[in-house]
């Protein structure tokens, strides 16, 4: 990070991460954060002045109305960034990738170099203590919500058609993601597109599910909600089946959670992220569980081995974009995806250690639901 040239983001912080990592304060409306020299400034219109004074991160508080009173007019967030940046005798700022560039014409025409520096905070790699206990409520918070879906999927009955009935009626992955979703929010999380998909849909990593959820075949409910007083998220991911397993998905889920906990012994300081994606990948492919094309649809392995997060679901750095570091948090899941047989995907969060990781997660792994 330059200490020469002031730093610049207008944004709200419920959608920007870099503006919530600086302030540590959700404002829904955008705002102006200035760094220079050192210190930091943030414009904050009459609704969130007082209420950022008491608990956001900054030096400097200043009024929106103060600032359109100096400027002798009301103007947009931007023209007021360019002349709060001429007062402050700023010439250059440099912005994060996702800066409007309505706003950076503005600055420019007002005679103020932009330029873009990626990663704006390169810190938010490494997690500190701090944050490693709001990423760890997060996933508590995704527990919440595993620990209700498996209720749910214990009280539910099999009808003779095989649907799984819950409260006299068929359980629907929308009334379940629901019931997880309830559960998660009564934690104190915010859930975001929680994934319960059966059966087939459960192939389509991304795919919600929608529709009756069938018994004797996989599910896969994948949570990942966010701290609603931090905003840092978990994940977790497991797979069952309500009813009996056959032999084919039992070996399918015995083969996933091998290669997860291959991962979970491996994964520490020094290791080549893309090189312990490969040992999965080739595991899966002796295992009898290529990845290929079959008639157009992806088969086997086709996602990443896991990824980052914090303020943002995926962050930096990428599971297969170079060597572990200390202070990384990265989900471990590994999945197989085979359209005769269901999707199995198990995830866990870990940290990286000084000489391997520590799991933060609590929930148990199993396969059956009676």
């Known amino acids: 990070m330059s200490k020469k040239i002031s730093r610049l ?5 419920e959608q920007n991460a870099d503006l919530l990592y600086a302030t540590g304060f959700f404002v829904p409306d955008e705002i102006i954060w200035l760094e220079h020299h050192g210190k930091t400034s943030a414009v904050f219109s009459p609704l969130e002045i007082d209420r950022a004074r008491k608990s956001a991160n900054c030096d400097e508080f200043i009024a929106l109305t ?4 100096a400027c002798g007019k009301k103007a947009g967030l931007s023209s ?3 002349f709060l940046l001429k007062k402050k005798n ?14 950076a014409q503005t600055l420019q025409q007002a005679g103020i170099a932009v330029s873009v520096e990626t990663p704006f905070f390169p810190q938010r790699e490494f997690k500190t203590a701090q944050e490693i206990k709001h990423i760890t409520e997060g996933q508590r ?4 919500g595993l620990a209700r879906g498996i209720e749910v999927l214990r009280a539910a009955k099999i009808n003779r058609n095989n649907f799984i009935v819950w409260n006299g009626k068929k359980l629907t992955s929308e009334i379940l993601r629901g019931e997880i979703d309830a559960a ?5 999380g915010l859930p975001a597109n929680t994934i319960v ?12 599910g929608h529709g009756p959820l069938m018994a004797n075949q996989t599910i896969v409910m994948d949570i990942f909600p966010r701290d609603q007083k931090t905003g840092y998220f978990g994940d977790l991911t497991r797979s069952v089946v309500k009813g009996h397993a056959n032999d084919q998905i039992k070996r399918l889920y015995a083969t996933v959670l091998a290669a997860q906990k291959m991962v979970l012994r491996k994964l520490k300081p020094g290791v080549d992220g893309a090189k312990l994606h490969e040992k999965v990948k080739n595991y899966f492919t002796i295992s009898g569980y290529p990845t290929e094309q079959r008639k157009g649809r992806w088969v086997g392995f086709f996602h990443g081995t896991g990824h980052s997060l914090g303020l ?10 170079g060597t572990f570091k200390k202070n990384h948090i990265m989900t471990v899941e590994p999945g197989l995806y085979i359209p005769e047989i269901g999707g199995i995907r198990i995830e866990d969060l870990v940290v990286l250690t000084a000489n391997g990781n520590k799991n933060l997660t609590k929930a148990a792994k199993f396969l059956e639901i009676h």
């Not at 998660?184 to 104190?188: A, D, F, S």
């Not at 962050?315 to 974009?321: C, G, Q, T, V």
């Open 9 to 13: 983001i207008i944004a709200n912080s």
């Open 90 to 103: 700023i010439k250059r700022v440099a912005v994060p990738t996702s800066f409007p560039f309505a706003y």
């Open 80 to 82: 007021l960034a360019a």
């Open 312 to 321: 943002e679901i995926h962050e930096a750095p990428r599971f297969a974009a």
């Open 66 to 69: 103060d600032l359109e009173k």
């Open 184 to 188: 998660v929010m009564r934690h104190g």
């Open 141 to 144: 918070h995704a527990e919440a």
């Open 197 to 208: 998909a059966g059966g087939i849909q459960g192939c389509d990593p991304h795919e919600k």
